[in-house]
C-alpha cells in the first residue's frame, strides 16, 4: 500500500540546498511513498487572533498535513535553530488549541548545510516542537548531511555512491517507520 508523504523545506529560497536535497530524497525513496509539497511561504505570521477564522492560506495547510499519512521535514539551520517561516507553519498547523495536525503523524527531520555539523542544532530544535505538538518521530538514523554541490543534481540525482547509500538507507527506514506507526495508530486521511 502506498503512504502519501507531505514534505516541508524549511527555506523560502528556490535556490535552497535543502530543496536540492528533498528532490534527491523523493527520487531514492521506495516507491511505495508518494510525495507532496506542503508550501509554506505564502502564509502570514501567525496570531490567535486568527483562531477563529482561518486565512485560505492556513485551511490550505491544515487540509495538505491531513491529507498526509506522514511528514518529511528538510530544513535548513537559522542562527542555530530552524527557520522562521517553518516555525510559522507549525505555529499554524498546531492551532487553535484542540485542532493540532500533527498529532500522532509519523515524522522523520532531515536537513542539510554547507558546514560540517549539518543542521544538527536546528533538527534539535525542530525535534523539541514536534514533540510538544505530538508527532511520532524517527529517531534514528540521524542524518545530518554537510552538502557539497558537486554530489547532487537539480533533479535529484545523487553522484556520490555512499551519500545516496546512506539518504536511500534514511528513506527506507522512514518507510519503515511510517508503517510501524500507522499499525498502532491509523490515520484518517479521508475526512
Known amino acids: 500500500m502506498a503512504h502519501r508523504v507531505g514534505y516541508f523545506?524549511?527555506?523560502?529560497?528556490?535556490?535552497?540546498?535543502?530543496?536540492?536535497?528533498?528532490t534527491a530524497l523523493i527520487d531514492l525513496a521506495p516507491q511505495d511513498l508518494e510525495f507532496f509539497e506542503?508550501?509554506?511561504?505564502?502564509?502570514?505570521?501567525?496570531?490567535?487572533?486568527?483562531?477563529?477564522?482561518?486565512?485560505?492560506?492556513?485551511?490550505?495547510?491544515?487540509?495538505?498535513?491531513?491529507?498526509?499519512?506522514a511528514v518529511l521535514f528538510v530544513t535548513p539551520e537559522y542562527n542555530r535553530s530552524i527557520?522562521?517561516?517553518?516555525?510559522?507553519?507549525?505555529d499554524w498547523a498546531s492551532r487553535p488549541w484542540g485542532q493540532n495536525s500533527f498529532d500522532h503523524i509519523p515524522a522523520a527531520v532531515i536537513g542539510a548545510s554547507v558546514g560540517?555539523?549539518?543542521?544538527?542544532?536546528?533538527q534539535q530544535s525542530l525535534r523539541g516542537v514536534l514533540?510538544?505538538?505530538?508527532?511520532?518521530?524517527?529517531?534514528?538514523?540521524?542524518a545530518y548531511i554537510q552538502f557539497k554541490a558537486e554530489h547532487y543534481s537539480d533533479d535529484g540525482t545523487v553522484s556520490h555512491p555512499d551519500t545516496a547509500d546512506f539518504l536511500r538507507g534514511f528513506m527506507t527506514e522512514f518507510r519503515d517507520h511510517i508503517e510501524?506507526?500507522?499499525?498502532?495508530?491509523?490515520r484518517d486521511t479521508d475526512g
Open 83 to 90: 527557520p522562521g517561516g517553518l516555525k510559522n507553519a507549525i
Open 116 to 122: 560540517a555539523i549539518g543542521t544538527a542544532v536546528a
Open 38 to 69: 506542503i508550501p509554506i511561504k505564502d502564509l502570514p505570521l501567525y496570531s490567535q487572533d486568527y483562531d477563529e477564522s482561518y486565512p485560505p492560506e492556513a485551511v490550505a495547510l491544515k487540509e495538505a498535513i491531513d491529507s498526509a499519512d
Open 131 to 142: 514533540s510538544f505538538c505530538n508527532a511520532r518521530q524517527m529517531t534514528a538514523p540521524e
Open 180 to 186: 510501524r506507526v500507522l499499525t498502532v495508530l491509523p
Open 9 to 22: 523545506v524549511g527555506s523560502l529560497s528556490s535556490t535552497s540546498i535543502n530543496r536540492i536535497l528533498a
